[in-house]
């Protein structure tokens, strides 16, 4: 790995000291984590320079980092432990992966003298998160220790998720002396280079169609991948839809050419597809979907062409033609090549109002979207884990900035609330908010005490309706009686106080008004985080 520090006596480094010289050196200064004891070696007495924050539970420390990885653009680093630790946080694995955080994951394990035994707190680990891990290694030895933390590093953010190594407690004070050659390199350069046959055949499919579309997702949700799909949709005078699942918004959509999401059923995507017969996706899978309904996903004779950077996307989807390439670099060639075409003047899509509610009406999520809408600057990024009303929120609140959107890509609850948190530390010049359920508040609720701790000026609005409103609509759908309850007495602002987050309860909209008002002008320089409690009635209406 190069010249390691030394402990300043002369003396060869330890493991320790030579994998906090890793960390300097990629830039995981920050550590997520929970503890436990086997990390007690590890985590006794860290430097000033690296910095520990605390969550307490497992799923809530991933999502948090999740949150800053995304947020900062590179890789968040996270301390586990052993099984439970690892077990804890299956979930959260999972939505990072689906979500596109590299996370470099720190599991501990018991002594290796004794592994051979199973001692108490020994893990079978390097299976437990299954799949989703892009990379899961236990060292050799101790001395391969900062050379597996450098390719974890490499692998998260090659194959965009959570890269695990397994660490024995003792390995950490064993000396590096006698160490080889690290297996990994000091750096990994991955240049975005551009396959100029593949682009000119992708452009006279599109200069030779009739009605071109464009569909974007999470993966376009850089500022370079948005300014070349702008240029590329003005250029062909193609409308552009998001993905209906998508977990960030990959186009401004208060642009003209922003026509909305796709709908979720091949039923109704292929009637959103009607007359388009090229469908450039970028970004996003062809095409997420629930539930299941037979039938194709596009009429006979539409082309559709994926671009992507994520090669498990690529490779699962039924285009006709997939690339596998930087979506910023490959967008911003096509708009250089395709032939420019008069306006159709379309209609801009019409973002939908909703009045204050009348005398004797209860408050619904839609209300408070409108009033957001109204007052939110535009740079705010919008954290959402509201399940039953997901395409409302999205319809009403446009994302106009990179990162103005973020969601759940694999549908689990307990990502929005830490994701919030994670977002705000990495991005302390946004300001967040954070738009939850009641019900997928109780996932993470124990993040509150992080945001709290540290200062977290995040805005978290719980959408307060007594139950699962999502579940409630899809057993009525199915035609059956839901077996569970709901859970009126459940109250948000309550735990958040006893977590030591302020919270309100509101109960009115002239309430509510009255709060954002004061709230949302000083957002952006906020260092405590606030919960709002809103009591409203479930949607009634449910059509992804």
Known sequence: MGGTTTTGTGAAPTVREATLDTFRRLGLTTIFANPGSTEVPFLTGLPDDIRFVLALHEGSVVGVATGWAIAAERPALVNLHTTAGLGNAVGALATARVNRAPLVVVVGQQDRRHLALEPFLTGRLEGLAGDYPVWVNTPATAQDVPGAIARAYHEAVTARGPAIVVVPMDDWSQPMAGAGPAAAPREV????????????????????????????????????????????????????????????????????????????????????????????????????????EDGPFVADGVRVIEVSQDPAEVHRSPADLAVLTDPEVFCAGLAGRVARRQPSGRARRVVPTVPPPGAGEPMRAPHVFALLAQRTDRDTVVVEETPSTRQVLEEMLPSREPLGYLGVAMGGLGFGMPAAIGVRMARPDRPVIALLGDGSSMYAVQSLWTAANYGVGALFIVFANGGYAIMDKLAERAGGKAPWPGFPEVRLSALATALGCPAQRISSYEQLLEVLDDVLPRLRTMDAPLLLDIDVAPEREFNP
């Open 189 to 292: 350069r991955r240049p975005a280079g551009v396959d100029e046959q593949t682009l000119d055949e992708v452009a006279t499919l599109l200069d030779g169609a009739r009605s071109p579309l464009i569909v974007v997702g999470a993966g376009a949700d850089t500022a370079g991948t948005r300014a070349a799909l702008v240029a590329l949709s003005e250029t062909l005078d193609a409308p552009v839809r998001q993905e209906a699942f998508g977990a960030r918004a990959g186009f401004p959509q208060d642009h003209p050419n922003y026509q909305g999401l796709l709908p979720a059923s091949r039923g109704r995507l292929r009637g959103a597809l009607e007359g388009h017969d090229v469908v450039l996706v970028v970004g996003a899978p062809v095409f997420r979907q629930y539930p299941y």
